[in-house]
């Protein structure tokens, strides 16, 4: 059965940094499209980062432009996420998605909190 496990959650302060990761087991990870995707309480959930297979390409939500950077390490099979200068609306639980074609899974998420 496929596994998504992210990490790196936590509280930190407006202006603050954090990095997610999110570790893949039972698929071919490279050649998986990863992405991560949030919510916040009462809001949808929606995608914050996207890289492909072999890590060509990224796309970021508006918000998160030139703050956040997505990349991945295929021998690890892990993708990350680095958040800098975060601010309180950056408060949500975080999700790992890998997406093939027919083939799509979730992680069970990790709660990031930003205080003001």
């Known amino acids: 059965q496929v596994e998504l496990v992210e990490s790196g959650g936590g509280l930190v302060q407006l202006g603050g940094s954090l990095r997610l990761s999110c570790a893949a087991s039972r698929l071919t990870f490279s050649r998986y499209t990863m992405s991560w995707y949030r919510q916040a309480p009462g809001k949808e959930r929606e995608l914050v980062a996207t890289i492909t297979s072999g890590g060509d390409s990224t796309n970021y939500g508006d918000s998160v432009k030139g703050r956040f950077t997505i990349s991945r390490d295929d021998a690890k099979k892990t993708v990350y996420l680095q958040m800098n200068s975060l601010k309180p609306e950056d408060t949500a639980v975080y999700y790992c998605?890998?997406?093939?074609?027919?083939?799509?899974?979730w992680g069970q998420g990790t709660q990031v909190t930003v205080s003001s």
């Open positions: 998605h890998a997406r093939f074609p027919g083939f799509f899974y």
